[in-house]
C-alpha cells in the first residue's frame, strides 16, 4: 500500500471504498462542515466529492499536498476549476455512471408531468376522486425537442423513440451527422423551441447555458408546451418560467434541479403544473455503484501518474 491518504467528504459506496483501501488510506468524513474541512484538508493526496462539497478556492490554498479532486458524478459547478489549475491539482469526474439512470428519469418525469401522476396520486391520498378532471396526453405522436444531445440525450433519444415520438435534436458542440446517427433531426434552437411539444435539457451549466430558457425563449415556444430539466439548474430563467406558467403559454414542468438547491423560493417547486424531485437524477443503486468504481480508478490512476480517461481539468 501507498502512503497516500484520500478523504471522501459525501460519501461513497463500499465498492469504491473498498478498491481504494487497497492502495491508500481512506477517511471517511462524510458531513464535514467546509470550516472542518479547511483545517484537515492540509493532510490529504486526493479528495473525493459529491455534489455538497464546495470545494472553493480557499481549499485549494488550505490543500498543500493535494494532487487530485474526484467528482463522483457529472458536474462539476462545485469545484473552483481555475484554482485547481492555478494550485497544480487534477480534477475528474465520472461523467457516464450516471448517464442512464439520468435518462430514465427524464421519461419518468415525462410521464408524470403529461399525465398528471403527482396530483392524481395526492388526490387518491386525500380521499378524492377526480378522475374526469385528470385527461392527460400521450407521448406518441408528439415531438420532442432535446437541448444537449450528448450521452444523456441520446439516451432519451432513443427512448423517445420506443414511444414513437419525433425526436429534434439542438446541440452547438455535435455535428449534425452525429446527431441524426444517434436518433434525431439535427435542428436550431430557433427551430427547435417553436416545433416541439415537449422540450427536455441536457447540457451542463456554463456562461453560454446559463438562462438559455429564458422570457425570449419561452415567448417562442408553442403554447402548451411541456419543459423538463434533469441537468442544471440555472440554464432555466426560474422567473421566466414561473410567469409562463402562470400565463399557461408552458402547461407543465418537471424538474430535477433548481438554481439554489434546495430551493430558497418554493414559488417554483410548489405550482400546481411543477413536478419537482430532489436532484435525484443520479441516485439510483446501479448508478452509485458505477460512479463509486469510477471515480475510485480514476483517482488513483491520477496519483500514479497513469493515463486519465476523464480528466476536467
Given at each position: 500500500m501507498?502512503?497516500?491518504?484520500?478523504?471522501?467528504?459525501?460519501?461513497?459506496?463500499?465498492?469504491?471504498?473498498?478498491?481504494?483501501?487497497?492502495?491508500?488510506e481512506?477517511?471517511?468524513?462524510?458531513?464535514?462542515?467546509?470550516e472542518?474541512?479547511?483545517?484537515?484538508?492540509?493532510?490529504y493526496?486526493?479528495?473525493?466529492?459529491?455534489?455538497?462539497?464546495?470545494?472553493?478556492?480557499?481549499?485549494?490554498?488550505?490543500?498543500?499536498?493535494l494532487?487530485?479532486?474526484?467528482?463522483?458524478?457529472?458536474?462539476?459547478?462545485?469545484i473552483?476549476l481555475?484554482?485547481?489549475?492555478?494550485?497544480?491539482?487534477?480534477?475528474?469526474?465520472?461523467?457516464?455512471?450516471?448517464?442512464?439512470?439520468?435518462?430514465?428519469?427524464?421519461?419518468?418525469?415525462?410521464?408524470?408531468?403529461?399525465?398528471?401522476?403527482?396530483?392524481?396520486?395526492?388526490?387518491?391520498?386525500?380521499?378524492?376522486?377526480?378522475?374526469?378532471?385528470?385527461?392527460?396526453?400521450?407521448?406518441?405522436?408528439?415531438?420532442?425537442g432535446?437541448?444537449?444531445?450528448?450521452?444523456?440525450?441520446?439516451?432519451?433519444?432513443?427512448?423517445?423513440?420506443?414511444?414513437?415520438?419525433?425526436?429534434?435534436?439542438?446541440?452547438?458542440?455535435?455535428?449534425?451527422?452525429?446527431i441524426?446517427?444517434?436518433?434525431?433531426?439535427?435542428?436550431?434552437?430557433?427551430?427547435?423551441?417553436?416545433?416541439?411539444?415537449?422540450?427536455?435539457?441536457?447540457?451542463?451549466?456554463?456562461?453560454?447555458?446559463?438562462?438559455?430558457?429564458?422570457?425570449?425563449?419561452?415567448?417562442k415556444?408553442?403554447k402548451?408546451?411541456?419543459?423538463?430539466?434533469?441537468?442544471?439548474g440555472?440554464?432555466i430563467?426560474?422567473?421566466?418560467?414561473?410567469?409562463?406558467?402562470d400565463?399557461?403559454?408552458?402547461?407543465?414542468?418537471?424538474?430535477?434541479?433548481?438554481?439554489?438547491?434546495?430551493?430558497?423560493?418554493?414559488?417554483?417547486?410548489?405550482?400546481?403544473?411543477?413536478?419537482?424531485?430532489?436532484?435525484?437524477?443520479?441516485?439510483?443503486?446501479?448508478?452509485?455503484?458505477?460512479?463509486?468504481?469510477?471515480?475510485?480508478?480514476?483517482?488513483?490512476?491520477?496519483?500514479?501518474?497513469?493515463?486519465l480517461?476523464?480528466?476536467?481539468?
Amino acid at each position: 500500500m501507498s502512503s497516500w491518504k484520500i478523504l471522501l467528504t459525501d460519501g461513497l459506496e463500499e465498492n469504491g471504498k473498498n478498491l481504494l483501501r487497497q492502495h491508500t488510506e481512506v477517511v471517511d468524513q462524510k458531513g464535514i462542515t467546509a470550516e472542518e474541512l479547511l483545517k484537515v484538508i492540509g493532510e490529504y493526496d486526493a479528495l473525493i466529492v459529491r455534489g455538497r462539497t464546495k470545494v472553493n478556492s480557499a481549499v485549494f490554498a488550505a490543500a498543500t499536498n493535494l494532487k487530485v479532486v474526484g467528482r463522483s458524478g457529472v458536474g462539476v459547478d462545485n469545484i473552483d476549476l481555475a484554482a485547481a489549475k492555478a494550485h497544480n491539482v487534477t480534477v475528474v469526474n465520472a461523467p457516464i455512471a450516471t448517464s442512464l439512470s439520468v435518462a430514465e428519469l427524464t421519461l419518468a418525469l415525462m410521464l408524470s408531468i403529461v399525465r398528471e401522476v403527482p396530483r392524481a396520486d395526492a388526490s387518491m391520498k386525500a380521499g378524492q376522486w377526480i378522475k374526469k378532471e385528470l385527461e392527460g396526453l400521450e407521448l406518441s405522436g408528439k415531438t420532442l425537442g432535446i437541448i444537449g444531445f450528448g450521452r444523456i440525450g441520446s439516451l432519451v433519444a432513443s427512448r423517445a423513440a420506443a414511444f414513437d415520438m419525433t425526436v429534434l435534436g439542438y446541440d452547438p458542440l455535435i455535428p449534425a451527422s452525429e446527431i441524426q446517427a444517434r436518433g434525431g433531426k439535427p435542428v436550431s434552437l430557433d427551430e427547435l423551441l417553436p416545433q416541439s411539444d415537449i422540450i427536455t435539457l441536457h447540457l451542463p451549466l456554463t456562461p453560454d447555458s446559463k438562462n438559455l430558457l429564458n422570457g425570449n425563449a419561452f415567448s417562442k415556444m408553442k403554447k402548451g408546451v411541456y419543459i423538463i430539466c434533469a441537468a442544471r439548474g440555472g440554464i432555466i430563467d426560474e422567473t421566466a418560467l414561473l410567469a409562463a406558467l402562470d400565463s399557461g403559454h408552458v402547461a407543465g414542468a418537471a424538474l430535477d434541479v433548481f438554481s439554489v438547491e434546495p430551493p430558497a423560493d418554493t414559488a417554483l417547486a410548489g405550482h400546481p403544473k411543477v413536478v419537482a424531485t430532489p436532484h435525484v437524477g443520479g441516485q439510483t443503486v446501479e448508478a452509485q455503484v458505477r460512479a463509486a468504481e469510477d471515480i475510485s480508478n480514476e483517482v488513483l490512476a491520477a496519483l500514479a501518474g497513469k493515463p486519465l480517461r476523464w480528466k476536467v481539468a
